[in-house]
């Protein structure tokens, strides 16, 4: 047990003060009315507002994030293509079609529908059928389909986020949190850039019946980019969005809201705040030594550690709290240490709000140390262990 103890020792370095600039808290004299909020800048990662971010609560729609997440990586893998067609189930027409009073794209009964118009169809109108069609045309049923969108959730490292259907309507398996919507959107952004497209979208027809898009922020003209709407009776108004302006990229989910009408407002209201009351800073340079780590039966005692990228964040424009920055690592690093090796993280805190994890790496070599060198290093990792 004392030894598990040890190994996740860890230590606190490289405290900035003033000489690194000061800055408020992100939430500092602002706030929505939401119950779950998390909003990044996407770039850098930037933790720019957030509260309850990790609660899990209903998916609803906000589940189609996910559902294309694993039509776009089913394509991806060459397992279907934009051109693939697949028919419209009895299931799918009576539970997301015309039939269900819920969004959907009124595909016909018996119809079949090429899978670019399906996805077109989810990023454009939310469509339940078009969620559900492709679910069993991928998997061979909805329910299979959602087992991939778990496991899916989980590769991405999203622990909590879980699927019992393509489409998010109402089932006590369908939950998500603020912060892994977050990095889901991300994800998409990053992985499948071409695919964006969809979400800009301004309508969509089909079966002779033409829908505009359902994402109230686009119309607003603020920059929005994408993706979707939630409702739900226990949760609430919700929503996960996309913004691209005056050199910002934003990433927002929002839950708990009363109406769609304060979905709108208060998702206006962040955005501008965050577009006009940040600024971006240079921590670090590319390649510049951020702290030292201990090195255990080498030739050298420690080895310098740098970020892979220079570490920028976004920071209040008045400022007032205290920027702390903190690496953590496992004591000791062991010999020999080869350059480029990723040892630990580098934290970056505004006040109590953490903004920003790096991963840092080794920028040194250090071979195995003599005999007596590795004796003394010994006896101190022995002094630690029993202390």
């Avoid at 990662?45 to 189609?64: I, N």
């Avoid at 994030?65 to 293509?81: H, N, P, Q, S």
């Avoid at 060198?373 to 006896?379: F, H, M, S, V, Y």
Wanted: glycine share 8%; aromatic share 8%.
């Amino acid at each position: 047990m004392h030894r598990r103890l040890f190994a996740c020792l860890v230590l606190f370095l490289c405290f900035f003060t003033a000489a690194h600039g000061q800055s408020a808290a992100p939430q500092a004299g602002f706030d929505v009315k939401a119950k779950q909020v998390y909003l990044i800048e996407a770039e850098t990662g930037t933790v720019l507002f957030a509260r309850a971010e990790d609660d899990a609560v209903p998916a609803a729609s906000l589940a189609k994030l996910m559902t294309v997440a694993t039509v776009l990586k089913a394509i991806a893998g060459g397992e279907t293509t934009l051109e693939t067609q697949y028919p419209v189930t009895e299931h799918a027409w009576r539970t997301g079609g015309a039939p269900s009073r819920t969004s959907t794209m009124f595909a016909a009964l018996k119809s079949s529908v090429r899978v670019e118009d399906l996805i077109r169809g989810i990023t454009v109108q939310f469509a339940n059928d078009a969620c559900i069609i492709l679910a069993e045309g991928i998997a061979g049923s909805e329910t299979a389909f959602a087992e991939r969108m778990t496991a899916e959730a989980r590769a991405l490292g999203l622990q909590k986020s879980t699927f019992a259907n393509a489409t998010g309507l109402p089932n006590p398996a369908n939950k998500v949190t603020m912060r892994e919507m977050v990095t889901l959107a991300r994800h998409l952004q990053t992985t499948y850039p071409g695919s964006m497209r969809y979400y800009l979208e301004p309508e969509f027809e089909w079966n002779k019946i033409k829908q505009r898009n359902r994402n109230p922020l686009l119309a607003l003209n603020i920059g929005v980019t994408g993706f979707v709407t939630g409702f739900s009776e226990e949760g609430g108004y919700s929503i996960v969005a996309a913004v691209n302006r005056d050199g910002k990229d934003l990433l927002l989910a929002m839950g708990g809201m009363e109406s769609e009408k304060a979905r709108i407002e208060e998702s206006r209201r962040i955005i501008e705040w965050a577009l006009s009351s940040f600024e971006r800073r240079t921590l670090f340079k590319e390649g510049e030594t951020i702290a030292d780590a201990s090195v255990y039966g080498g030739d050298r005692s420690v080895v310098p550690l740098v970020a892979g990228e220079q570490v920028d964040v976004f920071l209040p424009k008045d400022n007032s709290q205290r920027l702390v920055a903190r690496v953590v690592y496992t004591w000791p690093v062991r010999a020999p240490v080869e350059p480029g090796k990723t040892v630990g993280t580098l934290k970056i805190w505004n006040d109590k709000q953490l903004l920003r994890e790096v991963p840092v790496k080794t920028a040194g070599t250090v071979n195995v140390g003599t005999l007596r060198a590795r004796a003394l290093d010994a006896l101190i990792e022995l002094f630690f262990f029993w202390i």
